[in-house]
């Protein structure tokens, strides 16, 4: 069965460095996402993305955040400078017409 | 805006009985999709079940169904005869069709089966 892949499964960073988050989404979905998770609470919406552009953002993806399909078959999320606050659990999902498929997710640390 | 509310932080349930978690939501988009999504302990997310906004009848995916009030906006999720494994996690979530494309999620309840 077709799944979306993370790598990887957990980052440690220090303070102020740059992260990027890979994943691999179900190969004929078009519409990829990235979610976060702090604590296990609530899965916040961070960016939405379709044919190769932004589709929509929330307010916690700021200037910092970055998105890119460098090929056709990566997604990945980049943190220019991470801070303390950043530190969650970060899913990527991709869907072809509404449900989303999520991957297991990159725990990230910032130190 | 739209809006996701589950007022429920946990819930008990006996094994083998049914419960029923609540989520009511706010839109102004007429064409919107539902969902629920279970997270077990090891924290991935697991689809559930959907219903559409023009769906005249309630979804139903095995021990799940998905009980669809729409003039109330509620979808609470109906789990029978539960299973010491359905303790977990339990998102509803909710997506517009207008632009964006994206998928909005409640709080979640948190699900205790007791044996």
């Known amino acids: 069965e077709p799944e979306v892949t993370q790598t990887p499964s957990h980052q440690v960073t220090q303070m102020g460095q740059e992260v990027i988050l890979r994943c691999v989404p179900i190969?004929?979905?078009?519409?990829f996402y990235w979610y976060r998770q702090i604590l296990g609470q609530k899965v916040e919406f961070l960016v939405s993305?379709?044919?190769?552009?932004?589709?929509?953002k929330s307010e916690i993806f700021d200037d910092q955040f970055s998105v890119e399909r460098p090929d056709g078959s990566n997604f990945t999320l980049k943190i220019r400078s991470t801070k303390l606050e950043d530190s969650a659990m970060y899913f990527c999902?991709?869907?072809?017409?509404?449900?989303?498929?999520f991957g297991s997710g990159t725990q990230l640390s910032v130190l | 805006a739209q809006k996701i509310t589950q007022t429920q932080p946990g819930m008990f349930v006996q094994e083998k009985e049914a419960v029923t978690l609540d989520c009511t939501y706010d839109t102004s988009d007429p064409s919107y999709g539902l969902f629920w999504y279970k997270q077990p302990s090891s924290g991935e997310m697991i689809f559930l079940i959907y219903?559409?906004?023009?769906?005249?009848q309630n979804a139903t995916e095995g021990r799940y169904s998905l009980n669809f009030q729409k003039a109330r906006k509620s979808a609470n999720l109906v789990i029978s005869a539960s299973q010491l494994g359905d303790s977990a996690m339990y998102f509803c979530?909710?997506?517009?069709?207008?632009?964006?494309?994206?998928?909005?999620f409640g709080a979640g309840t948190r699900l205790f089966v007791k044996a």
């Open positions: 993305f379709y044919n190769n552009e932004i589709s929509e």
């Open positions: 999902a991709s869907s072809a017409a509404g449900v989303l498929f």
């Open positions: 190969s004929n979905h078009l519409y």
């Open positions: 219903q559409g906004s023009y769906d005249q």
């Open positions: 979530a909710m997506r517009e069709s207008a632009g964006g494309f994206k998928t909005i």
